[in-house]
């Protein structure tokens, strides 16, 4: 596989590409492939299960294994400061005294912030000179200091404690297109309270936990499915938080849930795949959306309003109207036909 712009600069600064290597979220897994070819002994990690997907099977762990401590680390530098605090808190305390890290992105995607983030774990940080518009951060010594991360936030707007990773979503605060869901879904999901189970709800993309948390709050059997490890581990501390359960897993999509196993579908979709526009998961996700449904099931959906979603979900799913609309943001509600 050819080495993308970022990739083919992070390998270059790196040199000599030997001992124990650990990449880290490695999109399309080039950089594994490199490293392996190089004849370094090289385990990946990745937050999101689909890049997960593309690592050799062999490189893939879940953990670091006890005792393996990585010489040089290939990084993909996530986007959002949070996110690179979070990484390096993880890193610094498991990496080798002598260790350096290579952590490299598109320089319209970096910030002197990041730097900050790195140099609050590692005492040597600097940056390479440009290069197809790609750039890397340097990193080594490590001085390991107490995470901040994950961090907690009482949202009294909607009565949560929510507590996320700093490499999911908005974090731990109310993001507007999740703030409006919210408000619009509270005219139909109940307040909380000690009656039965209303029906089966499922949170796709759960983040931090936001949605299952307040739909668990008020006694639907909820669901939560996000891509990543780190929405995964938020959204069960957040339910923990708020003393409700929800049953977490890690899946693409709507991939594993059981034929009209749903009664309420929810979601605040992404419309990037890393730093790249993409709304393909939103498409394929509202194509299986309607099979997943028990018949009279509804779909809720907030989402950026010149996202071209109304026609696939009256195709795919059904009934479709428009329940709340701001500057933003749409609110759209789905119904499966009850036969």
Known sequence: MPLDPVAALMLDEAGAVEGRVLVVDDAGGALTRAAADAGAEVLTWCDDLRQMSEVPPEHRILALPRGWVPDLVLWRLPRAVSAVEHYAEHLAPRVAPGARIIAGGRIKHMTPAQNTALARQFTEVSASLGRQKSRVLRASAPRPRPPRWPQRRYLREIGLTVIAHGSVFATNRLDDGTRLLVRTLARVAGEPDAAASRGVALDLGSGSGILAAWLAQRNWATQAIDVTASAVASTRLTARANGVQVATRRGDGLTGVAAESVDLLVSNPPFHVGGAKDSTPTLRMIEQA?????????????????????????????????????????????LKDPG
Do not use: C, M
Not at 320 to 334: G, N
């Open 290 to 334: 309607g099979p997943v449904l028990r018949p009279g099931g509804e779909l809720w959906l907030v989402f950026n309003a010149h996202l071209p979603y109304l026609p696939l979900l009256r195709k795919h799913v059904g009934i479709t109207t428009i329940e709340a609309q701001d500057r933003h943001y749409l609110v759209t509600r789905s």
